[in-house]
């Protein structure tokens, strides 16, 4: 990603990211503060799948590896590296919530701020559902900015996933597969008639970090997932910006800025994120 605002990078933001774990990549450099395991309880970072590694990337890769080609939106953020999820992308909600719950305990020492999560289930009527809408909603009210993906399960409306049909949180669609040939960013309404996504950004064959060890520094992932990060990354430099800026006013300026793409609001939300209008003053 390119850095419109050069001397914004990030710095000392902390971010936690729940996936699949990290691989402790170049572009990570010393930034990766925490790797907590609530899958095999391991202490070294690791990531068997690829995804944790590849959005950490598009958050806050400083691309080293690339000379600066592939660098992340936050550079220089701090990654709280939360894996939730096992070598095949699955897991469980027992898991997201001690996640989360960690968070609460240490987000003063890690000074983290941004929650990003792609993790998501379609289920609608159960308690996994409500248990994760309440569990985020948690986050929210304690003035983390939590940032989920809309899952890519459409193009049916009604198929954003839980926790991002919450109608708190910052709920990320893919803007560049939101047309009938590659429709599979989730869009709404939710089963509350919630209007979601709130804000779409780009998310089809993003370039990030790979997490295999020896081999190609790089690789190209898809969905709404590579989306998220980008929302995140850019409310890290914000944050960095204006330090006491709270969530509520994060989703306002989100609001404010997003550029009208000529979809419904249940396909781009509010529209497109345009970081540049997103950091101006």
């Known amino acids: 990603m390119e850095n419109y605002y050069k001397d914004l990078t990030g710095r000392n933001i902390g971010v936690a990211i729940l996936d699949t774990g990290i691989y402790p990549h170049a572009d990570f450099e010393n930034r990766i503060l925490v790797f907590k395991d609530f899958v095999k309880y391991r202490n070294t970072p690791y990531d068997d799948n690829g ?60 000074n983290i701020r941004i929650i990003n999560i792609s993790v998501g289930t379609t289920q609608t009527e159960n308690k996994e559902h409500n248990d994760l809408i309440t569990a985020v909603e948690k986050a929210w009210d304690n003035n983390l900015a939590v940032v989920t993906a809309a899952g890519n399960m459409g193009p049916d409306s009604g198929s954003v996933t839980a926790p991002g049909s919450s109608k708190k949180v910052i709920t990320v669609g893919c803007s560049d597969m939101i047309t009938s040939n590659h429709g599979i960013s989730g869009r709404g309404p939710t089963k509350h008639c ?88």
């Not at 592939?70 to 070598?87: E, T």
């Not at 960095?240 to 396909?267: C, Q, W």
Request: net charge positive; charged share 20%.
């Open 51 to 110: 995804h944790g590694t590849h959005v950490a990337g598009i958050l806050g890769g400083n691309g080293i590896a690339s000379n600066g080609k592939y660098r992340g939106v936050a550079p220089k953020c701090n990654l709280i590296i939360l894996k939730v999820l096992d070598h095949k992308g699955n897991g469980s909600k027992g898991n997201v919530l001690k996640a989360l719950d960690w968070i609460h305990l240490n987000r003063k020492r890690y």
């Open 194 to 281: 919630i209007c979601k996504p709130d804000i779409v950004a780009p998310g089809n064959g993003i370039i990030s970090c790979s997490a295999k060890a020896g081999g190609r520094s790089y690789t190209v992932k898809s969905g709404t997932s590579m989306s998220t990060p980008m929302v995140s990354g850019g409310i890290a430099l914000l944050m960095e910006k204006y330090p006491n800026i709270s969530n509520l006013e994060i989703k306002i300026r989100l609001r404010e800025t997003a550029k009208d793409m000529g979809y419904p609001h249940n396909l781009q939300g509010w529209g497109a994120f345009s970081i540049q209008d997103f950091l101006a003053n």
